[in-house]
Protein backbone atom coordinates (compact mmCIF):
# COMPACT_ATOMS: atom_id res chain seq x y z
CA UNK A 1 0.00 0.00 0.00
CA UNK A 2 0.84 3.53 -0.47
CA UNK A 3 0.37 5.95 2.32
CA UNK A 4 -0.49 9.23 1.21
CA UNK A 5 -0.48 11.98 3.58
CA UNK A 6 -2.79 15.13 2.76
CA UNK A 7 -6.19 15.23 1.41
CA UNK A 8 -5.64 18.49 -0.39
CA UNK A 9 -5.63 18.78 -4.27
CA UNK A 10 -2.29 17.63 -4.24
CA UNK A 11 -2.46 14.43 -1.89
CA UNK A 12 -6.06 13.50 -4.12
CA UNK A 13 -5.15 13.35 -7.28
CA UNK A 14 -1.52 12.00 -6.79
CA UNK A 15 -3.73 9.68 -5.23
CA UNK A 16 -6.16 9.61 -8.19
CA UNK A 17 -3.39 8.90 -10.50
CA UNK A 18 -1.56 5.63 -8.75
CA UNK A 19 -4.89 4.38 -7.78
CA UNK A 20 -5.37 4.42 -11.76
CA UNK A 21 -1.96 2.75 -12.39
CA UNK A 22 -3.38 -0.12 -10.37
CA UNK A 23 -1.48 0.50 -7.08
CA UNK A 24 -3.09 0.44 -3.58
CA UNK A 25 -3.21 3.58 -2.23
CA UNK A 26 -4.67 5.25 1.27
CA UNK A 27 -5.20 8.82 2.41
CA UNK A 28 -4.76 10.28 5.49
CA UNK A 29 -6.28 13.79 6.07
CA UNK A 30 -5.83 15.26 9.69
CA UNK A 31 -9.18 17.28 8.94
CA UNK A 32 -12.68 16.24 8.96
CA UNK A 33 -13.26 17.13 5.21
CA UNK A 34 -11.14 16.78 1.79
CA UNK A 35 -9.63 19.66 -0.09
CA UNK A 36 -7.40 21.12 2.38
CA UNK A 37 -7.22 24.94 1.04
CA UNK A 38 -9.97 24.65 -1.48
CA UNK A 39 -13.28 25.21 0.49
CA UNK A 40 -16.51 26.62 -0.93
CA UNK A 41 -19.12 27.87 0.64
CA UNK A 42 -22.64 27.47 0.24
CA UNK A 43 -23.81 30.54 1.66
CA UNK A 44 -26.65 32.54 -0.50
CA UNK A 45 -24.04 32.46 -3.30
CA UNK A 46 -21.55 30.09 -3.93
CA UNK A 47 -18.19 31.97 -2.41
CA UNK A 48 -14.51 30.60 -2.66
CA UNK A 49 -12.48 30.45 0.64
CA UNK A 50 -9.34 29.59 -0.94
CA UNK A 51 -8.48 29.34 -4.48
CA UNK A 52 -11.41 30.98 -7.36
CA UNK A 53 -9.63 29.85 -10.68
CA UNK A 54 -8.45 26.68 -12.52
CA UNK A 55 -6.21 27.46 -15.46
CA UNK A 56 -7.41 24.79 -17.29
CA UNK A 57 -5.43 23.57 -20.65
CA UNK A 58 -6.62 20.84 -23.06
CA UNK A 59 -4.95 18.20 -20.65
CA UNK A 60 -6.78 19.53 -17.80
CA UNK A 61 -10.47 19.99 -19.55
CA UNK A 62 -10.02 16.05 -20.75
CA UNK A 63 -9.36 14.72 -17.43
CA UNK A 64 -12.55 16.93 -15.76
CA UNK A 65 -14.46 15.33 -18.48
CA UNK A 66 -13.36 11.83 -17.36
CA UNK A 67 -14.25 12.91 -13.95
CA UNK A 68 -17.74 14.13 -14.94
CA UNK A 69 -17.12 17.67 -13.64
CA UNK A 70 -18.21 20.64 -15.79
CA UNK A 71 -16.07 23.82 -16.53
CA UNK A 72 -18.02 27.23 -15.59
CA UNK A 73 -16.25 30.06 -18.10
CA UNK A 74 -16.44 33.38 -17.23
CA UNK A 75 -18.92 35.72 -18.91
CA UNK A 76 -17.50 37.43 -21.93
CA UNK A 77 -16.42 40.72 -21.35
CA UNK A 78 -16.10 40.18 -17.91
CA UNK A 79 -11.98 39.94 -18.21
CA UNK A 80 -11.56 43.78 -17.39
CA UNK A 81 -9.10 44.55 -14.54
CA UNK A 82 -8.61 47.60 -12.19
CA UNK A 83 -5.80 49.09 -10.10
CA UNK A 84 -5.88 51.39 -7.67
CA UNK A 85 -4.18 54.14 -8.03
CA UNK A 86 -4.15 57.46 -5.80
CA UNK A 87 -7.61 56.38 -4.44
CA UNK A 88 -9.21 55.64 -7.48
CA UNK A 89 -9.69 52.60 -9.49
CA UNK A 90 -8.23 52.81 -13.20
CA UNK A 91 -8.95 49.90 -16.01
CA UNK A 92 -5.83 48.04 -16.65
CA UNK A 93 -4.51 47.59 -20.29
CA UNK A 94 -4.76 44.26 -21.45
CA UNK A 95 -1.26 43.84 -22.89
CA UNK A 96 1.98 45.52 -23.79
CA UNK A 97 0.70 47.16 -26.88
CA UNK A 98 -2.48 48.48 -25.04
CA UNK A 99 -0.35 49.92 -22.58
CA UNK A 100 1.79 51.87 -24.84
CA UNK A 101 -0.98 53.27 -26.75
CA UNK A 102 -2.79 54.13 -23.18
CA UNK A 103 -2.28 56.82 -20.89
CA UNK A 104 -1.81 54.04 -17.88
CA UNK A 105 1.72 54.91 -17.89
CA UNK A 106 3.87 58.04 -18.57
CA UNK A 107 5.48 58.53 -21.53
CA UNK A 108 9.57 57.81 -20.18
CA UNK A 109 7.99 54.59 -18.66
CA UNK A 110 6.08 53.49 -22.13
CA UNK A 111 9.61 53.94 -23.58
CA UNK A 112 11.17 51.94 -20.49
CA UNK A 113 8.78 49.37 -21.86
CA UNK A 114 9.14 49.60 -25.41
CA UNK A 115 13.27 49.43 -25.05
CA UNK A 116 12.77 46.59 -22.45
CA UNK A 117 11.06 44.39 -25.03
CA UNK A 118 13.34 45.12 -27.78
CA UNK A 119 16.43 43.93 -25.58
CA UNK A 120 17.81 40.73 -25.65
CA UNK A 121 18.03 38.19 -22.67
CA UNK A 122 21.09 36.50 -21.56
CA UNK A 123 20.74 33.53 -18.79
CA UNK A 124 21.92 35.54 -15.44
CA UNK A 125 18.93 37.96 -16.00
CA UNK A 126 16.35 35.38 -15.70
CA UNK A 127 18.04 34.15 -12.11
CA UNK A 128 16.80 37.94 -10.50
CA UNK A 129 13.96 38.47 -8.61
CA UNK A 130 10.88 40.03 -10.19
CA UNK A 131 11.32 43.15 -8.85
CA UNK A 132 15.19 43.30 -9.89
CA UNK A 133 14.18 41.80 -13.25
CA UNK A 134 11.82 44.16 -13.96
CA UNK A 135 13.27 47.38 -12.08
CA UNK A 136 16.40 46.83 -14.60
CA UNK A 137 14.69 46.10 -17.32
CA UNK A 138 11.88 48.24 -17.74
CA UNK A 139 12.07 50.66 -14.45
CA UNK A 140 10.58 51.39 -11.72
CA UNK A 141 7.16 53.16 -13.15
CA UNK A 142 6.47 49.53 -14.28
CA UNK A 143 7.20 47.73 -10.94
CA UNK A 144 5.54 50.13 -9.17
CA UNK A 145 2.14 50.55 -11.18
CA UNK A 146 2.11 46.97 -13.00
CA UNK A 147 4.02 44.43 -11.50
CA UNK A 148 3.74 45.00 -7.82
CA UNK A 149 -0.23 44.88 -8.47
CA UNK A 150 -0.17 41.38 -10.18
CA UNK A 151 2.73 40.14 -7.63
CA UNK A 152 0.37 40.63 -5.30
CA UNK A 153 -2.89 40.01 -6.31
CA UNK A 154 -1.73 36.33 -7.68
CA UNK A 155 0.92 35.53 -4.96
CA UNK A 156 0.16 37.80 -2.22
CA UNK A 157 4.15 38.52 -2.29
CA UNK A 158 6.48 40.36 -2.06
CA UNK A 159 8.04 40.90 -5.91
CA UNK A 160 11.59 41.96 -4.54
CA UNK A 161 11.37 38.04 -2.45
CA UNK A 162 9.83 36.38 -5.18
CA UNK A 163 11.92 34.67 -7.73
CA UNK A 164 11.12 35.36 -11.70
CA UNK A 165 11.80 31.35 -12.74
CA UNK A 166 9.66 30.01 -10.25
CA UNK A 167 7.06 33.03 -10.48
CA UNK A 168 7.09 33.49 -14.58
CA UNK A 169 8.61 30.83 -16.04
CA UNK A 170 8.02 32.07 -19.22
CA UNK A 171 9.06 35.05 -19.04
CA UNK A 172 12.10 33.88 -17.18
CA UNK A 173 12.95 31.36 -20.21
CA UNK A 174 12.28 34.68 -22.58
CA UNK A 175 14.59 36.82 -20.60
CA UNK A 176 17.33 33.75 -20.56
CA UNK A 177 17.54 33.87 -24.45
CA UNK A 178 19.68 35.80 -26.25
CA UNK A 179 16.99 37.79 -28.15
CA UNK A 180 14.57 40.59 -28.20
CA UNK A 181 12.79 39.69 -24.90
CA UNK A 182 9.33 40.14 -27.31
CA UNK A 183 10.33 37.87 -29.71
CA UNK A 184 11.69 35.08 -27.44
CA UNK A 185 7.70 35.47 -25.64
CA UNK A 186 6.71 35.45 -28.88
CA UNK A 187 8.39 31.79 -29.54
CA UNK A 188 6.77 30.22 -26.39
CA UNK A 189 3.41 31.24 -27.23
CA UNK A 190 1.25 27.74 -26.63
CA UNK A 191 -2.00 27.02 -27.05
CA UNK A 192 -3.86 29.34 -23.44
CA UNK A 193 -5.03 27.54 -21.04
CA UNK A 194 -8.65 29.39 -20.13
CA UNK A 195 -9.66 30.61 -16.61
CA UNK A 196 -12.98 29.16 -14.96
CA UNK A 197 -14.12 27.63 -12.03
CA UNK A 198 -16.52 24.27 -12.01
CA UNK A 199 -20.21 24.06 -11.77
CA UNK A 200 -20.84 23.53 -7.70
CA UNK A 201 -17.50 25.16 -6.68
CA UNK A 202 -14.15 23.89 -6.77
CA UNK A 203 -14.31 22.05 -3.66
CA UNK A 204 -16.14 19.29 -6.93
CA UNK A 205 -12.79 18.45 -7.60
CA UNK A 206 -11.47 16.96 -4.12
CA UNK A 207 -14.69 15.78 -3.56
CA UNK A 208 -15.09 13.67 -6.85
CA UNK A 209 -11.52 12.80 -6.54
CA UNK A 210 -12.15 11.21 -2.94
CA UNK A 211 -14.92 9.07 -4.00
CA UNK A 212 -12.99 6.66 -6.05
CA UNK A 213 -10.08 6.40 -3.08
CA UNK A 214 -9.63 5.31 0.57
CA UNK A 215 -9.82 8.67 2.19
CA UNK A 216 -9.42 8.06 6.17
CA UNK A 217 -10.66 11.72 7.29
CA UNK A 218 -9.72 13.00 10.75
CA UNK A 219 -6.47 10.81 10.84
CA UNK A 220 -3.43 13.02 11.58
CA UNK A 221 -0.10 11.35 10.56
CA UNK A 222 1.84 12.12 13.74
CA UNK A 223 5.21 10.14 13.07
CA UNK A 224 7.11 8.40 10.04
CA UNK A 225 9.57 5.47 10.86
CA UNK A 226 11.16 3.64 8.51
CA UNK A 227 10.52 -0.11 8.73
CA UNK A 228 13.01 -2.50 6.68
CA UNK A 229 12.89 -1.69 2.78
CA UNK A 230 9.21 0.14 3.68
CA UNK A 231 7.37 2.89 6.16
CA UNK A 232 5.17 2.68 9.46
CA UNK A 233 3.18 5.90 9.97
CA UNK A 234 1.45 6.41 13.27
CA UNK A 235 -2.14 7.94 13.36
CA UNK A 236 -4.87 7.66 15.91
CA UNK A 237 -5.80 4.53 15.44
CA UNK A 238 -1.83 3.25 16.01
CA UNK A 239 0.66 2.20 13.54
CA UNK A 240 0.39 1.31 9.84
CA UNK A 241 2.42 -0.32 7.13
CA UNK A 242 2.88 1.15 4.40
CA UNK A 243 5.22 0.23 1.27
CA UNK A 244 5.84 3.63 0.27
CA UNK A 245 4.63 7.30 1.56
CA UNK A 246 3.66 10.80 -0.14
CA UNK A 247 4.12 13.68 2.08
CA UNK A 248 1.32 16.14 0.33
CA UNK A 249 1.34 18.63 3.04
CA UNK A 250 2.24 22.64 3.95
CA UNK A 251 5.99 22.71 4.17
CA UNK A 252 5.31 23.32 7.73
CA UNK A 253 3.67 19.81 8.61
CA UNK A 254 6.10 17.87 6.09
CA UNK A 255 9.07 19.12 8.30
CA UNK A 256 7.45 17.77 11.61
CA UNK A 257 7.40 14.36 10.27
CA UNK A 258 10.78 14.51 8.30
CA UNK A 259 12.63 15.92 11.56
CA UNK A 260 13.67 12.25 13.05
CA UNK A 261 14.66 10.64 9.85
CA UNK A 262 16.27 13.52 7.28
CA UNK A 263 16.87 17.20 9.65
CA UNK A 264 18.30 18.99 6.98
CA UNK A 265 14.87 18.23 4.65
CA UNK A 266 12.73 19.49 7.67
CA UNK A 267 14.97 22.44 8.41
CA UNK A 268 14.85 23.00 4.77
CA UNK A 269 11.16 22.88 4.85
CA UNK A 270 10.78 25.30 7.54
CA UNK A 271 12.31 27.81 6.09
CA UNK A 272 9.61 28.34 3.33
CA UNK A 273 8.07 31.27 4.17
CA UNK A 274 4.21 30.96 3.69
CA UNK A 275 2.12 34.21 2.83
CA UNK A 276 -0.20 35.14 5.42
CA UNK A 277 -3.31 35.65 3.77
CA UNK A 278 -7.59 35.88 4.55
CA UNK A 279 -10.12 35.72 2.54
CA UNK A 280 -13.41 37.95 2.89
CA UNK A 281 -16.76 36.92 1.07
CA UNK A 282 -18.97 40.18 0.84
CA UNK A 283 -22.41 39.13 -0.60
CA UNK A 284 -24.45 42.54 -1.43
CA UNK A 285 -27.81 43.81 -2.81
CA UNK A 286 -26.09 45.03 -6.54
CA UNK A 287 -28.91 47.71 -6.78
CA UNK A 288 -27.75 49.04 -3.31
CA UNK A 289 -24.04 50.24 -5.26
CA UNK A 290 -24.22 53.54 -6.64
CA UNK A 291 -21.51 52.65 -8.82
CA UNK A 292 -20.76 48.96 -9.49
CA UNK A 293 -17.39 48.46 -11.18
CA UNK A 294 -17.36 46.35 -14.34
CA UNK A 295 -15.14 43.36 -14.89
CA UNK A 296 -12.89 41.17 -13.14
CA UNK A 297 -12.27 42.99 -9.84
CA UNK A 298 -9.02 44.96 -8.74
CA UNK A 299 -5.53 44.95 -7.60
CA UNK A 300 -4.18 47.48 -5.13
CA UNK A 301 -0.28 48.22 -5.24
CA UNK A 302 1.55 47.77 -1.98
CA UNK A 303 2.40 51.52 -2.09
CA UNK A 304 -1.52 52.28 -1.96
CA UNK A 305 -1.63 51.58 1.54
CA UNK A 306 -5.25 49.60 1.08
CA UNK A 307 -5.77 47.10 3.68
CA UNK A 308 -6.47 44.46 1.05
CA UNK A 309 -4.16 43.06 -1.98
CA UNK A 310 -7.18 43.54 -4.08
CA UNK A 311 -10.79 42.32 -5.05
CA UNK A 312 -12.48 39.56 -7.02
CA UNK A 313 -16.03 41.23 -8.63
CA UNK A 314 -17.27 37.20 -8.41
CA UNK A 315 -20.83 37.88 -9.68
CA UNK A 316 -19.66 39.90 -12.35
CA UNK A 317 -17.24 36.75 -13.45
CA UNK A 318 -20.13 34.21 -13.19
CA UNK A 319 -23.31 35.95 -12.94
C1 LIG B 1 -6.53 32.28 -0.77
C2 LIG B 1 -5.88 31.38 -1.77
C3 LIG B 1 -6.16 31.56 -3.12
C4 LIG B 1 -5.58 30.72 -4.06
N1 LIG B 1 -5.93 30.89 -5.36
C5 LIG B 1 -5.55 29.97 -6.27
C6 LIG B 1 -6.11 29.97 -7.57
O1 LIG B 1 -6.96 30.81 -7.90
N2 LIG B 1 -5.69 29.01 -8.44
C7 LIG B 1 -4.78 28.05 -8.08
O2 LIG B 1 -4.45 27.21 -8.90
N3 LIG B 1 -4.24 28.04 -6.84
C8 LIG B 1 -4.62 28.95 -5.92
N4 LIG B 1 -4.14 28.89 -4.66
C9 LIG B 1 -3.17 27.84 -4.33
C10 LIG B 1 -3.84 26.47 -4.13
O3 LIG B 1 -4.99 26.63 -3.34
C11 LIG B 1 -2.88 25.55 -3.41
O4 LIG B 1 -1.66 25.51 -4.11
C12 LIG B 1 -3.41 24.14 -3.32
O5 LIG B 1 -4.76 24.11 -2.89
C13 LIG B 1 -2.53 23.38 -2.36
O6 LIG B 1 -2.97 22.05 -2.31
P1 LIG B 1 -2.13 20.97 -1.53
O7 LIG B 1 -2.89 19.69 -1.63
O8 LIG B 1 -0.73 20.98 -2.00
O9 LIG B 1 -2.07 21.49 -0.03
P2 LIG B 1 -3.25 21.76 1.01
O10 LIG B 1 -4.49 22.18 0.33
O11 LIG B 1 -2.66 22.63 2.05
O12 LIG B 1 -3.53 20.31 1.62
C14 LIG B 1 -2.75 19.72 2.60
C15 LIG B 1 -3.64 18.81 3.43
O13 LIG B 1 -2.82 18.15 4.38
C16 LIG B 1 -3.56 18.04 5.59
N5 LIG B 1 -2.61 17.78 6.70
C17 LIG B 1 -1.75 18.66 7.30
N6 LIG B 1 -1.00 18.01 8.21
C18 LIG B 1 -1.38 16.69 8.19
C19 LIG B 1 -0.97 15.52 8.89
N7 LIG B 1 0.01 15.55 9.79
N8 LIG B 1 -1.59 14.35 8.62
C20 LIG B 1 -2.57 14.27 7.66
N9 LIG B 1 -3.00 15.37 6.96
C21 LIG B 1 -2.41 16.55 7.22
C22 LIG B 1 -4.29 19.36 5.70
O14 LIG B 1 -5.39 19.28 6.57
C23 LIG B 1 -4.70 19.59 4.25
O15 LIG B 1 -5.97 19.03 3.97
C24 LIG B 1 -4.67 29.70 -3.67
C25 LIG B 1 -4.38 29.54 -2.32
C26 LIG B 1 -4.98 30.34 -1.37
C27 LIG B 1 -4.67 30.10 0.10
Redo the contacts with the bound molecule.
Keep these: MIAI????????SCAWWLQRQGMAVRV????ER?????STLAADALCE???????LDEELQQWLAELGLSPLWPEQGSGLRHVLRSGRYRPLPAGPWQLLAGSFLSWPAKWALLRGLLRPGSPKEAEASLAEFCRRRFGQEVLDKLLDPLAGGVF?GDPEELALEETLPRLARAAAQPLPLWRGLWRQRTARARMCTLQGGLQQLPQRLARDLDVRLG????ALRRDGEGWRLRTREGWTRAERVVL???AD?AA??LHPLAPEMADICRRIPYAP?A?VSTLLDGEAMDRPLPGYGALHPSGEGALTLGHLTVSNIYP
Design positions: IGAGVSGLFEAAVGGKVQGPNMLLAAPVTALPAELLV
